[in-house]
């Protein structure tokens, strides 16, 4: 379905000279320099698969974005998307997908979504009957009935967004980009979209590719995740192999019944390099790395050298795990 081999995006930018000298030299010989955004990136995608891009500021992910939709046209590279290369057959192609980017609307501002709904299932040329079907159904699972006739100006933030995403459905495409489909919205409205997302994948066999800074959105909807640095896929796997990858491991925080200090268990933990903080005068929270198998040395030597109310063991948390990989230089895993 979305078949991507070595793409790259490289963007000249013109570089202002310092001081006034400079900036009359500029006016008539500029210089530039050329930034890779996308730097020569592979991955495959089948029919039904939702997966996030993710990355940290300026990692590519939009370029990447804007490239396999056919806003970019790549400076390298191959792609093939739904049958098409979108930025040469860019007409036939945005019949096929569909595509909600957060900051950009495509309901007309003055025109209730209704209104927008019904001019774009004429540009799409969907069929009536057929259309009309699909479009309750899109109304009554986004729960927009409520406000499908209000202008789009009058709407919030989280009852736009459903709506921009019934339209980027309307022609029921067989793939469908969102880029930060839930930035700024809060908790229920994010749940009612990925909840629909979630729905609409088991259904339809729709593949979605989402970008998002928002690593519960990951954690709901994603199993597979393409991490993205400085225009370089850095990793393409499971989000399950990311958080063993990448993850700082794990994390126990044990209650004592008596005054335990963190210097008491460092002692006793004697080799074992572990992180180890005091949460209160009876609680300390030890973290060891994964890869150090300390696990059961670290609950038999605790559990053995003091009197242990309760134990409690802390699942690695994704956010953490990003921000790992952000500060790691990363290599190259690849799928499958
Ligand atoms: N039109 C452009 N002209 C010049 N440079 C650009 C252009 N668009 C993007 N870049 C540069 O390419 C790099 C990648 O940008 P891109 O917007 O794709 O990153 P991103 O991962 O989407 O970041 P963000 O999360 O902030 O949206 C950045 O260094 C950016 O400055």
Redesign the pocket.
């Known amino acids: 379905m979305i078949h991507v081999k070595n793409l790259q995006k490289e963007?000249k930018?013109h570089q202002a000279r310092a001081g006034l000298g400079g900036a009359l030299r500029d006016l008539f010989s500029r210089e530039y320099k050329t930034?890779k955004?996308?730097d020569s990136i592979s991955f495959d995608v089948e029919e039904g698969e939702i997966f996030a891009l993710i990355?940290?500021?300026?990692?590519?992910?939009?370029?990447?974005i804007k490239m396999l939709t056919g806003i970019l046209t790549p400076t390298g590279g191959e792609m093939s998307l739904n049958g098409f290369v979108p930025f040469k057959e860019r007409e036939e192609y945005v019949k096929s997908i569909g595509v909600v980017f957060g900051q950009r609307s495509q309901l007309w501002w003055d025109l209730s979504p209704l209104e927008s709904f019904r001019l774009l299932r004429r540009v799409y040329k969907v069929d009536d009957a057929a259309g009309n079907a699909w479009l309750d159904r899109l109304v009554e699972e986004l729960e927009i009935s409520p406000f499908v006739n209000q202008p789009v100006r009058k709407l919030s933030l989280g009852q736009r967004m459903r709506c921009e995403i019934a339209a980027s459905l309307i022609h029921k495409p067989k793939l469908l980009f969102l880029d930060e489909p839930t930035v700024g919205l809060d908790v229920l409205v994010k749940q009612k979209i990925r909840d629909f997302l979630h729905n609409l994948n088991q259904t339809e066999k729709m593949t979605i590719l989402l970008?998002t800074?928002d690593v519960s959105d990951i954690e709901a909807l994603c199993k597979r995740v393409i991490v993205?640095d400085k225009?370089k896929l850095i990793f393409d796997g499971l989000l399950h192999d990311l958080k063993t990858r990448w993850g700082d491991g794990t994390e126990v925080v044990f209650q004592f019944k008596q005054r335990t200090t963190v210097e008491q268990v460092r002692a006793a933990l004697g080799d074992y390099v572990c992180d180890l903080t005091a949460e209160n005068n009876l609680s300390v929270r030890v973290r060891m790395k994964q890869s150090q198998n300390a696990l059961p040395h670290v609950l038999s030597t605790v559990m053995a050298s003091f009197e242990v109310a309760d134990v409690k063991m802390l699942e690695t948390n994704t956010e953490e795990i990003v921000r790992n990989i952000y500060s790691t230089d990363g290599e190259v895993v690849s799928h499958g």
């Open positions: 963007f930018i930034v955004a996308v990355g940290e500021n300026g990692a590519g992910k939009s370029t990447t970008t800074h993205m225009g």
